[in-house]
């Protein structure tokens, strides 16, 4: 069992930065694969980022490509995520979520993840 707790979310202009924490209780958190997705008002959830179970690969999606940076520590249950030159477009809450035994082809989907943090909001205006 994995619980999951986001913080660092707020209102920001257009170019500025956020840096979103999650902090993962439970001991087996280096066996799991980290995402972050986000959903806007009125729009399906969309995959993020993901990291992989070690920590040293990273995946986006397009828009974020060079904005965007995940992070993890195993040592202290963390995963981070650090978004620069933000825009409006990336207005949504954003989720933390957990998942074990995945390939790194499943990585977008939401259903292939087992435990999700419960939301904070980031606000980009322009």
């Known amino acids: 069992q994995v619980a999951l707790v986001e913080s660092g979310g707020g209102l920001v202009q257009a170019g500025g930065s956020l840096r979103l924490s999650c902090a993962a209780s439970g001991r087996t958190f280096g066996n799991y694969v980290m995402a972050w997705f986000r959903q806007a008002p009125g729009k399906e959830r969309e995959f993020g980022a993901a990291?992989?179970?070690?920590?040293?690969?990273?995946y986006y999606r397009d828009s974020v490509k060079g904005r965007f940076t995940s992070s993890k520590d195993n040592a202290k249950n963390t995963v981070n995520l650090q978004m620069n030159s933000l825009k409006p477009g990336d207005t949504a809450d954003y989720y933390c979520?957990?998942?074990?035994?995945?390939?790194?082809?499943?990585?977008?989907?939401?259903?292939?993840?087992?435990?999700w943090g419960q939301g904070t909001q980031v606000t980009v205006s322009s």
């Open positions: 990291i992989s179970r070690s920590g040293t690969s990273t």
């Open positions: 979520a957990a998942g074990a035994l995945m390939t790194p082809s499943y990585y977008r989907l939401p259903a292939q993840y087992n435990y």
